[in-house]
């Protein structure tokens, strides 16, 4: 079983940026595709970004494209989630989560580990 624990939210005034991190135990990390998603309250959890084991991998939801970038180091066990050019609609608590496979996917059902979630608040 792998834990993750994120860290890195808060708030920030639109058009800022973040970096969220998430560091990992538990499992072979290299061998684990890694997700970030979101939940605003009142609306679904959604897809943000993945990366693959390797690191050379990754999806981004359209909404995030050019403006936030992840990132891994496996010698550290840590995903990264940089956000920049931050907007109101990107507050949420953002989810790290980890998939026992190497390749990165958007679906939420792919992933069977997730951290307990890290409040990010945009203002405007």
């Known amino acids: 079983q792998v834990q993750l624990v994120e860290s890195g939210g808060g708030l920030v005034q639109a058009g800022g940026s973040l970096r969220l991190s998430c560091a990992a135990s538990g499992r072979a990390f290299s061998s684990s595709a890694m997700g970030w998603f979101r939940q605003a309250p009142g609306k679904e959890r959604e897809f943000v970004t993945a990366?693959?084991?390797?690191?050379?991998?990754?999806l981004y939801a359209d909404s995030v494209k050019g403006r936030f970038t992840i990132s891994r180091d496996n010698a550290k066990n840590t995903v990264y989630l940089q956000m920049n050019s931050l907007k109101p609609e990107d507050t949420a608590v953002y989810y790290c989560?980890?998939?026992?496979?190497?390749?990165?996917?958007?679906?939420?059902?792919?992933?069977?580990?997730w951290g307990q979630g890290t409040q990010v608040t945009v203002s405007s």
């Open positions: 990366i693959s084991g390797s690191g050379a991998g990754t």
């Open positions: 989560a980890a998939r026992s496979s190497r390749g990165p996917r958007g679906s939420s059902r792919e992933y069977d580990a």
